[in-house]
């Protein structure tokens, strides 16, 4: 029986998620998500997720980690612009039942929003600036963090939200 923590990252396979995976795949036990064709191990265990169609508490109940980071998102600007409800399906729904479940588990949740939720008018924000999201991707972000601190009032201890710029680079 392993004693070691386990943390569960969805959307693992994008370039933020392979370089998680280098910094905690010891001492903690990974587990990832992924979708369509099985990615190269990195020593991690790998869990098939497809956000549109699987349900996130059968996902919880698979893995059962002790924290989830959730990287997985439509991130592309554009194709949110284009396909608006997949964007907040993916983006904002999926979050708040992976957040709803997490709290109600007691499982840390640790959500990676973007700075894109300000317009870039100000030049230098800080987290109590109110938003103003400029586009479809970060609106969703927007209601996601909304939810999850709304969500998690009673438990701010188990939510981190991250507001991360733009992040690029070689991923599988």
Not at 110 to 136: N, R
Request: glycine share 8%; net charge negative; hydrophobic share 35%.
């Amino acid at each position: 029986m392993t004693t070691e923590k386990r943390i569960l990252i969805t959307g693992a396979t994008g370039f933020v998620g392979l370089r998680l995976f280098q910094d905690l795949k010891n001492p903690y036990q990974v587990i990832g998500t992924y979708r369509g064709s099985h990615p190269a191990s990195y020593g991690v265990d790998w869990v098939e997720f497809e956000a549109e169609k699987d349900n996130p508490v059968d996902l919880i109940d698979r893995t059962q980690p002790d924290v989830i980071i959730h990287l997985l998102a439509l991130s592309r600007t554009e194709g949110c612009a284009k396909e608006p409800d997949r964007a907040e399906a993916i983006n904002t729904r999926i979050t708040l039942e992976l957040g709803e479940v997490s709290r109600h588990r007691g499982i840390r949740f640790i959500f990676t929003s973007t700075d894109q939720v300000f317009d870039g008018a100000k030049g230098e924000y800080s987290e109590e600036d109110p938003p103003h999201p400029t586009g479809v991707y970060a609106r969703t972000k927007v209601e996601a963090e909304r939810g999850l601190f709304e969500m998690f009032g009673q438990s701010p201890e188990l939510l981190t939200v991250f507001r991360l710029a733009l992040s690029y680079g070689h991923s599988d």
